[in-house]
């Protein structure tokens, strides 16, 4: 019997194991009608499975999966010479909640994991490839519109389809819509309920790479402070002198949260000093640092400012280990390349072949990506209005351990829009927790201990416990249809041990209560 015929008698046997999803799914393939869009797939995945991803050229070739669900595969146009390709992940079990995920970095990377996170929970998920595909910035090169999907539009686009795709699988409307995203997917979120504020009920946006050409710049000038790109620059710290530093800040600073845990709860109340560690005589050593050595310590563990003074990105939390944070710039001696990618190809514009000299970096390379600010995605904006009185509802958080990006932008963010609203606190429609120890969106461990830094914010962080005062996204739930808004949420342990600890509100504070050995929320 050859291949055609085995199929042929199992297709029938496939369609009544799994009901009459199975048949509504795969009919999608050819009713499927939606403007600048072509369906390139369409499947049915049984529950806890595996699929093939769009893997190319990111992320690994397959993906686990727990829901069962129908799986559509497609690519919109979104001009003449720009396209997203994005999926839908449709749960048989289906809570009415549809759900857009986002991206990372400069990517280009369809979010899997987030895919089956949000399936599994019972949204009808949809993720975008990000207008382009890869980690790079190449595909920005003479192509304003592929910039223009990576800056705004993808978002957009990924949820107005979605959701047309939803009413036309399930014979209804969704009721409540949601986005979930952290980093570059964090600033999509907040540029999402700035410049569409109808697209979403409630959004979840951690770790936001808002102010973008300035966090680039500001990379960009930690990594000339250490003297990127030439390791024999005698500012260059090589990774087993980060180490010092990190043991030295935890000396420092441990203690001042009132527990000698490992772990500094409060980084702004360290104030670093990075002279401890100068070796007798000032010059270089295995075991401590020479003068040029700190003073680049110093440049990192300080806020970056501009020639009139302007505060232009706040500073890196003293307390991660960089290296072990995947702070690129500072820990192998080459200019960080997202800044490399993102100046080249988004903003002067230099070919493949020629050449940029990042030895020459500096203030004048920053004031050109704040000038250019290409496809408008510098994400500052204090401005939320409109979303605010449309209902909706905003969540954020930021690891106090971020290596890649400094947790002292969330609060900025968050001051900046209760100014521009003219409000002193942001409760009533947006809450931004802290997580002390965490790195950038998950994990993290300093000084050998592990923050509590699961609480259901992406993909793989919700080890079970999906109570909404454990889950942020389950809170938002909450928030969005209950009008029960998140005081605080409480994040699990990654070790061993699942210890608990409650992260607070900001402007809250994180303070250790010695009578009840528990750090409690404080205003
Ligand atoms: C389809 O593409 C056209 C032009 O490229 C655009 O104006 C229109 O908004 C697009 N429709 C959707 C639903 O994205
Ligand atoms: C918790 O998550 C599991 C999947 O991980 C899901 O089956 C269950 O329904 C979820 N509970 C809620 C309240 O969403
Ligand atoms: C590079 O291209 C972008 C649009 O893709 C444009 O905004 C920018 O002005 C260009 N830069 C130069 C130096 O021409
Ligand atoms: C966290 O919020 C709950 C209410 O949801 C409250 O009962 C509890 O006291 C709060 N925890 C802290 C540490 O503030
Ligand atoms: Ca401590």
Same mark, same amino acid.
């Given at each position: 019997m050859d291949f055609f015929n085995i199929w042929a008698l199992l297709l029938p046997l496939f369609s009544s194991w799994y009901g009459e999803n199975y048949d509504k799914c795969l009919a999608l393939k050819s009713s499927l009608n939606l403007d600048? &869009? &072509?369906?390139?797939d369409v499947s049915y995945v049984p529950a806890r499975g595996s699929v093939k991803t769009w893997h190319a050229p990111c992320g690994a070739k397959s993906q686990r999966t727990t829901a069962s669900f129908c799986r559509v595969q497609f690519s919109t146009e979104t001009s003449s010479t720009s396209a997203i390709r994005a999926e839908a992940w449709l749960p048989d079990?289906?809570?009415g909640r549809f759900l857009a995920v986002g991206n990372g970095g400069l990517g280009g990377c369809i979010a899997y994991r987030d895919l089956d996170y949000g399936s599994a929970m019972h949204f009808a998920t949809v993720a975008s490839?990000?207008?382009? @595909?890869?980690? +790079?910035? #190449?595909?920005?090169l003479g192509n304003p519109e592929v910039l223009k999907d990576f800056a705004s539009r993808s978002i957009h686009t990924e949820s107005v389809i979605g959701k047309q795709i939803v009413e036309a699988y399930y014979g209804r409307e969704h009721d409540k819509s949601y986005y979930l995203g952290c980093s570059t997917g964090g600033r999509q979120g907040t540029y999402s309920a700035l410049?569409?504020? *109808?697209?979403?009920?409630g959004i979840l946006a951690g770790a936001a790479a808002t102010d973008f050409n300035h966090l680039l710049h500001w990379t960009g000038m930690l990594a000339r402070a250490t003297g990127a790109p030439d390791q +024999? +620059?005698?500012a260059y710290i090589p990774p087993k002198l980060w180490k010092l530093v990190t043991a030295e800040i935890l000396s420092q600073c441990d203690a001042i949260d009132g #527990?000698?845990?490992? =772990?500094?709860?409060?980084?702004?109340?360290c104030d670093f000093? %990075?002279?401890?560690?100068?070796?007798p005589g000032g010059e270089s050593g295995d075991k401590c640092l020479s003068r040029t050595q700190v003073e680049a310590v110093r440049k990192v563990y300080s806020p970056l400012y501009g020639?009139?003074?302007?505060?232009?990105y706040p500073r890196f939390d003293p307390g991660p280990d960089p290296i072990q944070g995947g702070l690129l710039a500072l820990s192998d001696?080459?200019? %960080?390349p997202y800044t490399k990618d993102w100046l080249r /190809?988004? #903003?002067?514009?230099? +070919?493949?072949?020629e050449t940029f000299d990042?030895?020459? /970096?500096g203030a004048k390379q920053g004031r050109r990506m704040e000038a250019v600010n290409p496809g408008g995605?510098?994400?500052?904006?204090? @401005? =939320?209005s409109a979303f605010r009185e449309g209902g909706g509802k905003f969540l954020t958080y930021h690891g106090r351990?971020?290596?890649?990006? %400094?947790s002292g932008n969330s609060k900025r963010v968050y001051n900046l829009i209760a100014r521009t609203l003219g409000?002193?606190?942001?409760?009533d429609f947006y809450r931004l927790f802290l997580v002390p120890g965490m790195d950038h969106c998950a994990g993290g461990v300093q000084g050998g201990v592990a923050g509590?830094?699961?609480?259901? *914010?992406?993909?793989? &962080?919700? $080890?079970? #416990?999906?109570a909404s005062s454990h889950n942020i996204l389950l809170a938002l739930v909450d928030w969005v249809e209950g009008g029960v808004a998140p005081a605080n949420i409480t994040g699990t342990a &990654?070790? $061993?041990?699942k210890e608990e600890r409650v992260h607070c509100r900001y402007p809250m504070r994180s303070v250790w209560d010695a009578e009840e050995k528990v750090f409690g929320c404080v205003v």
């Open positions: 600048n &869009t &072509t369906i390139l079990e289906w809570y490839n990000n207008g382009h @595909d890869g980690n +790079s910035g #190449v595909a920005f410049h569409y504020p *109808q697209d979403f009920d +024999s +620059s005698p #527990v000698l845990d490992g =772990m500094i709860t409060e980084p702004d109340a000093r %990075p002279e401890a560690l100068i070796c020639a009139d003074g302007e505060l232009i001696g080459e200019f %960080p /190809y988004a #903003v002067l514009n230099v +070919s493949i072949e990042f030895g020459t /970096y995605i510098a994400t500052f904006n204090g @401005d =939320m351990g971020d290596a890649l990006i %400094p409000t002193p606190s942001l409760d509590a830094s699961e609480f259901g *914010q992406l993909g793989g &962080t919700n $080890k079970g #416990v999906n &990654t070790g $061993k041990g």
